[in-house]
């Protein structure tokens, strides 16, 4: 709790129109709606400010947590004493020919959306996944046969040794994984490499995706999609749904009755709940298939 007054008075003498919230609720700002209060959070514009945020956090031994969308967060009721890196306001996106160059904030719908209007395809997999580009870099996000390793042409980012361009292997990209789950890295933008297609043949497959999520997925109900990863040859959501795990609940959590892969706050769930319903699901589908299921979600506290 210490850092915070000298955070104050580093924002206040060299980032003097930086944004920052301070005890901002983290049930605000992911998709969940659990979460205590962050000390505090900034909002960066420009990656000087990221630079120096980061600058601060190292020299001040502060925890930092970087987020987009908060779709794939469950955050401790007690809160977090971390400076959290909201990156949503650097989000500006332009095509130009086949590719597509975005900022990490910008929301995966909205570069789906940009690329399908200017005629390329590649990226309707993406237009329902609710988060931002830089979060599903990190996760490499997937839906419907596709993941962003497939259209990520490159990947600029700020590590602890200064900013870099990443392509190819040096991402690391693997199932809901990328070097950005291995390593201190903040993804500041991207370039997606797409291929020309037919923009109303593209918006169509949208369409058919995002009616395809609303008639299996809890939309609802606050979550953060899938709750477990998918086990190497198995489906997480019907070994839950086999076990007869459908609407088991712990406090306000609960087992989607219409999708069992989803853990959803059906009732003013906490952390707790969810963190307990989940080793629930665990134990059962372990004692019945001898499968570990791992989360997804990433889990703070
Ligand atoms: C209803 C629903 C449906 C979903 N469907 C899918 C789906 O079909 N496929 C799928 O893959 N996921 C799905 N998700 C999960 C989620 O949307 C994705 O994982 C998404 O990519 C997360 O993006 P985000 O901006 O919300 O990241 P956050 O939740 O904010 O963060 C997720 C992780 O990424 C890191 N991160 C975020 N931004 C950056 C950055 N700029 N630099 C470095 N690290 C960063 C965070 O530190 C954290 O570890 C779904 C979630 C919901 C709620």
Known sequence: MAWVGSFDAFVQSHLPSLRVEREAKMANYTSFRIGGSARRMAFPRTEEEVEQLLSFCREHEVPCLVIGKGTNLLIADEGLDQLVLNMLEMNKIRVEGTRVYAQAGALLSRIAVAAQQAGCAGLAFAHGIPGSLGGAVAMNAGAYGGEMRQVVESVTALFPDGVRTLRGEALRFGYRHSVFTEEEGVVLSAVLSLEKGDSAAIRAEMDDFMAR??????????????????????????????????????????VSTKHAGFIINKDHATFADVVALIGVVQDTVFREFGVELEPEVKIIR
């Open 213 to 254: 999520r609303k008639a299996s997925q809890p939309l609802e109900y606050p979550s953060a999609g899938s709750t477990f990863k998918r086990p190497e040859g198995h489906f997480a959501g019907t070994m839950i749904d086999q076990c007869g795990l459908k609407g088991t609940a712990v406090g306000g959590a609960e």
